[in-house]
């Protein structure tokens, strides 16, 4: 079974900083594509950002370019989600995907594995 636990949620005020990891287990990922999402309540689940197989190419959305930085360990087989400068619109439920391919992409269908989310509120 192919498992995807995040964690590292939390409760924090608007211009504060979060680490969010993802921890997979089940299948060696050091082949897959790594992604995050996340879902406010009554929204779609949107795009955060991506990092390829390798590590060498990262993606984001344009509404955390510049304050968001993803990055994967392979030899953890873990990746992570460094958040800074938070804004109360960044509230959610974080969720962590890999695709069984080594290029990245910014669409929920592309993933074939997720995990089960981690809820990140920031307070104005």
């Known amino acids: 079974q192919v ?3 995040e964690s590292g949620g939390g409760l924090v005020q608007a211009g504060g ?3 969010l990891s993802c921890a997979a287990s089940g299948r060696s990922f050091s ?3 790594r992604g995050w999402f996340r879902q406010a309540p009554g929204k779609e689940r949107e795009f955060v950002a991506a990092i390829s197989a390798s590590g060498d190419s ?3 959305a344009d509404s955390v370019k510049g304050r968001f930085t993803i ?3 392979n030899a953890k087989r873990t990746v992570y989600l460094h958040m800074n400068s938070l804004e109360p619109e960044d509230t959610a439920v974080y969720y962590c995907a ?4 080594p290029l990245i992409r910014d669409v929920t269908s592309d993933y074939d594995y ?5 809820q990140v509120t ?3």
């Open 98 to 101: 890999a695709r069984n391919r």
């Open 114 to 118: 997720w995990g089960r989310g981690t």
């Open 3 to 5: 498992q995807l636990v």
């Open 122 to 124: 920031v307070s104005s």
């Open 71 to 73: 990055s994967r360990n």
């Open 17 to 19: 900083s979060l680490r």
């Open 58 to 60: 990262t993606f984001y």
């Open 31 to 33: 082949f897959y594509a």
